[in-house]
């Protein structure tokens, strides 16, 4: 398992990327703006369920990697590197407005909001994706691969709860922080930590 400056690197590096509004956030806001932040919540408990799903595929699918072609991990590691560096890119070319919520505008029973959150994660291919360059960054090869992936996606799931949680109690009492500029200054905050983090895991790689 990776030290204990790793594992905070790996928290920060999740709390910049969650912190940022995507197409999940999107859909929490908006439901909680209009139904109250109970519904944001139920959002979330459906996006937890597929997260722990797409972690599960990634924990083994990587695990099978590893074992089969192991000297190409490294280069895994790297790749997921340069992609938080574009995410962190992208983060400052966005104009912060946050994305039209199409989903989500009718009122729902609280299971149907755990639904939508959960098909709302598994609309979003980049999704598996993302986790599949981020997180192999934080693995040590030399241990079991599968129980590291379940430790790390388990902490980003509690980042991403908590944050998550934020914006729907936010939304829910009220949306008036929620200004462009604001989510703007996030935007580039979160997007400086990305980039410098993928430096850094890019040098110490090399080192």
């Given at each position: 398992?990776?030290?204990?400056?790793?594992?905070?690197?790996?928290?920060?590096?999740?709390?910049a990327i969650v912190v940022v509004p995507g197409p999940t956030v999107t859909v929490i806001i908006a439901n909680s703006l209009r139904s109250g932040s109970k519904a944001g919540l139920m959002n979330i408990a459906?996006?937890?369920l597929g997260l722990a799903i797409m972690i599960g595929i990634l924990a083994f699918g990587l695990q099978a990697v590893i074992a089969?072609?192991?000297?190409?991990f490294d280069y895994v590691k790297?790749?997921?590197?340069?992609y938080l560096i574009y995410i962190g890119i992208?983060?400052?070319?966005?104009?912060?407005?946050l994305a039209e919520a199409q989903v989500g505008v009718k009122k729902r029973s609280?299971?149907?909001?755990?639904?939508?959150?959960?098909?709302?994660?598994?609309?979003?291919?980049?999704?598996?994706?993302?986790?599949?360059?981020?997180i192999p960054q934080f693995v040590v090869p030399d241990g079991n691969p599968a129980f590291q992936t379940m430790i790390l996606g388990g902490i980003f799931m509690v980042v991403g709860a908590v944050g998550d949680g934020l914006y729907a109690l936010a939304a829910g009492r009220?949306?008036?922080?929620?200004?462009q500029a604001n989510i703007r200054l996030i935007e580039r905050i979160s997007g400086t930590a990305l980039i410098?983090?993928?430096?850094?895991l890019a040098l110490s790689k090399r080192a």
């Open positions: 398992m990776a030290d204990a400056a790793v594992l905070w690197t790996f928290v920060l590096a999740c709390a459906g996006t937890q089969v072609m192991g000297e190409i790297l790749i997921g590197a340069a992208m983060m400052w070319r966005s104009n912060g407005a609280m299971s149907g909001y755990f639904w939508q959150g959960f098909f709302v994660i598994w609309a979003n291919p980049k999704a598996l994706l993302f986790f599949g360059a981020f009220t949306g008036s922080w929620l200004t410098g983090g993928g430096i850094w």
